[in-house]
């Protein structure tokens, strides 16, 4: 088959020297130092070409609400309050315009894949559901967007919500969610998030351990369901900040658990550094999950966005080179090989957590970003930005660096 298009001078991990890639037919047809061919040439002059970014925890349905809010203690609960009235007049072409805004920012950003939670309830119905449906649909061209339904308020203390979550996995919903730390009863909760996962055949995502108490933990009951069910590979967790609180033997214990289970962990650090340890009368914890320590024990970890521009993360852009270069300076990452981490954990991390292929090899999928660095270590330290993107081979945006002009 002939190329489609070159990508010229590229550095790759792993390579020594730039390298060529032939891209034909929306996949990766070759990878050599000069590949000959009369195919249109894209020259990366040096910089570091790498698999698309893979944004695997955001709420699409409640970005850029900022403005319709009032944030006074800046707390968690604060947070689901307000978006809780907020969502219940939400209307389809409002989720629509205000999530088609974000998504746009994130394929600028070099993100190709996506799982967003939607929440499902009562209150907001199946409204953002549709919106959000819309939009994978209308941009599938550069982006492939999960859709997770999601329990935000509960399930016991709401018992609609389990048939409104069961409905939306009828009608192309991806997976499903819950959220045990705003149930009062976590283990039951958690239960019938599996069950759902279960009757459907598709993995759970949990919003969990969402403070800094190290006490009273839920990832033993999400751990024990996992292994019950036989569930392996199928499930994550984002927040986990129980885990920041808690000393290292004891992490390293739910560590093992967690990796034999096969369930990753998402670290959020935009939303978990604002919203806890706002009660500390001095030296404020970090409050961040200890992703280095879970990965040295084989637990699969990501980095993602969470919220936008809302009440609870009033701050943000969607890009996740920002949020691994946040969570490196955070976590105290200095090791090269600690520093990459954060970058596998913005790719080839999540892309594991949503079962898909990631990365540039001959056949694969062209799901590629250029990003204006020559190492995934450098692009981290350096948040540097992405200079262009494409999508199964197609150029889906450019984003020329910037030129500095004489005085």
């Known amino acids: 088959m002939l190329p489609d298009l070159i990508i010229a001078g590229a550095r790759l991990a792993g390579h020594t020297v730039p390298m060529d890639i032939a891209i034909g037919a929306g996949r990766v047809l070759d990878i050599a130092p000069l590949i000959a061919s009369e195919a249109p040439r894209h020259d990366a002059a040096g910089r570091l070409l790498a698999g698309g970014l ?3 925890h955001i ?7 900022l403005d319709r809010c009032t944030i006074n203690s800046g707390t968690l609960s604060e947070a689901v ?10 209307t389809e072409a409002d989720v629509y315009a205000r999530a088609a805004g974000v998504v746009e920012q994130a394929i600028s950003h070099g993100t190709t894949a996506m799982r967003t939670f939607v929440e499902i309830d009562p209150r907001g119905g ?3 559901f549709e919106a959000i449906k819309a939009i994978r649909r209308d941009y599938a061209h550069a982006i492939d967007i999960e859709i997770c339904a999601f329990a935000q308020e509960g399930l016991t203390n709401e018992p609609e919500t389990e048939a409104l979550l069961a409905a939306a996995l009828a009608d192309g919903a ?7 730390y705003t149930d009062p009863d976590p283990a039951e909760h958690i239960k019938r998030i599996f069950d759902l996962a279960e009757r459907f055949g598709v993995r759970a ?4 351990d969402f403070d800094l108490d190290p006490a009273g933990s839920d990832l033993p009951t999400i751990i024990a369901e996992t292994e019950r069910r036989g569930w392996h590979g199928r499930v994550a967790c984002g927040h986990a900040t129980k885990l920041s609180a808690m000393p290292r033997n004891e992490v390293a214990v739910i560590a093992d658990r967690l990796a034999h289970a096969g369930i990753g962990v998402v670290a959020l650090p935009s939303t978990d550094l604002f919203l806890l340890g706002r009660d500390a009368g001095k030296l404020s914890p970090r409050g961040v999950a200890p992703l280095l320590q ?10 993602a966005s969470n919220n936008i521009l809302n009440p609870f993360t009033p701050f943000g852009d969607a890009s996740l080179m920002r949020q691994a270069n946040l969570f490196a300076n955070v976590a105290h990452l200095a090791r090269q090989t600690d520093v990459e981490l954060a970058f596998a954990a913005i ?3 999540p892309a594991r957590l949503l079962g898909r292929a990631h990365g540039i090899e001959v056949g694969g999928a062209a799901d590629l970003v250029l990003i204006d660095a020559t190492s995934p270590s450098d692009a981290v330290r350096r948040a540097a930005p992405v200079l262009a993107g494409w999508k199964a081979g197609r150029q889906t945006f450019t984003r020329p660096a910037a030129t500095l002009l004489s005085g």
């Open 174 to 180: 991806d997976l499903v969610g819950g959220c045990s």
């Open 205 to 208: 995502d949990f919003h969990v």
């Open 81 to 90: 309050v307000e978006t809780a009235r907020l969502k219940a007049a939400f």
């Open 59 to 65: 709420h699409l349905d409640k970005t850029e609400i």
């Open 54 to 56: 893979v944004e695997c």
């Open 126 to 128: 199946m409204r953002s």
């Open 347 to 349: 790719g080839a991390n």
């Open 294 to 303: 879970l990965a040295s024990s084989g637990v699969v970890t990501a980095i």
